[in-house]
């Protein structure tokens, strides 16, 4: 799942899975709105539909980038400007990683780096397993203990969920259209 760019450079996407899921959970949760609504709002709910749909792309479009002598975490170009969040890092700078207990039961971890910073490592991406050998072999840092932030199971349930409401407004819609009022 990984994208080769040079020679020792990768791309790490965010899960398809995880990505899948947000996107379409989002739209099973805001897409109705427009059609409920009435006058003015829905117009304006019509128009906010898509800005809002292209801001959750842009948010599940992070990525990671491995080279020969740096990680960095961040988003692509078209939605950079907006998304600024993001880190660079050389190998070299990276002094250890601190577990962190997260409110749902799971862990995180920050990478800390030789001036003190420290920034939380993706634990959202494809090939979690591929990437994590990666970052231990350019560390000389022990990941065996790194996880994935939540188990597939909790992203699929809420997959199946998202779809069986985006099927559940079609009907709804289908039968609504076809109803006399």
Do not use: K, N
Not at 27 to 47: D, F, H, T
Not at 55 to 81: N, Q
Not at 125 to 133: H, R
């Amino acid at each position: 799942m990984t994208t080769p760019q040079v020679e020792g450079e990768e791309r790490y996407p965010m899960a398809p899975l995880i990505r899948f899921t947000l996107i379409s959970l989002y739209l099973a949760l805001v897409a109705p709105l427009p059609v409920l609504a009435s006058g003015a709002l829905q117009a304006a709910l019509w128009l906010a539909l898509p800005l809002g749909l292209a801001l959750v792309v842009a948010a599940t479009s992070e990525r990671v980038e491995l080279s020969g002598s740096t990680i960095r975490v961040g988003h692509p170009r078209w939605c950079a400007w907006l998304l600024r969040r993001g880190w660079s890092l050389p190998w070299s700078a990276i002094q250890g990683l601190t577990p962190v207990a997260t409110s749902q039961g799971g862990r995180v971890f920050y990478v800390r780096a030789a001036d003190g910073s420290a920034y939380l490592l993706p634990q959202r991406v494809a090939a979690f397993e591929e990437f994590l050998g990666r970052f231990g072999q350019e560390t000389g840092l022990d990941v065996s203990s790194i996880g994935r932030i939540s188990p597939p199971w909790t992203y699929q349930l809420l997959a199946v969920l998202s779809g069986a409401m985006l099927l559940g407004e079609l009907v709804w819609l289908a039968w609504a259209a076809g109803a006399p009022s």
